[in-house]
């Protein structure tokens, strides 16, 4: 066991994950604070999976399932990888797509979208047309 072992003791937290022992100890809570939630674990570097599920539980928009290197802001996303496939991107909202590193590859007002990337590639998405983007320029 580590020493000094961390756990919660917040009677209003919900206990989501235990550390197995003589008795059950708490390493990852979560309690709702009215205008936000809290969560809290003990545990260090948790699983992109884990992470992906408390962005939500907090009420981040989460883009993709794949556990990728993933930028996004207003105007674009950069995706990097590490094994081929297809990836499925979700949007905020419904948006045009353009990807500048493919410049024939282009999606219209799609609030959802698929890409079949190769492995160990970056590609840039620009959010909006490739009318929009050139005239950029």
Request: glycine share 4%.
């Amino acid at each position: 066991m580590m020493s000094p072992f961390l756990h919660a003791q917040e009677p209003d937290a919900v206990a989501l994950g235990f550390w197995e022992s003589d008795e059950q100890m708490p390493l990852l809570v979560a309690r709702d604070m009215g205008s936000w939630r809290s969560v809290w674990s003990s545990a260090p570097n948790p699983p992109s999976w884990l992470a992906r599920r408390i962005a939500r539980y907090a009420g981040v928009h989460v883009y993709s399932e794949s556990d990728d290197a993933f930028y996004a802001n207003r105007a674009f996303i950069t995706l990097s990888t590490g094994a081929a496939g297809p990836r499925t991107i979700r949007l905020p909202r419904a948006t045009s797509i353009y990807e500048l590193s493919a410049p024939n590859r282009q999606w219209t007002n799609v609030a959802q979208f698929d890409i079949d990337m190769p492995k160990h590639h970056t590609s840039i998405l620009y959010l909006g047309s490739k009318q929009a983007w050139e005239s950029l320029a």
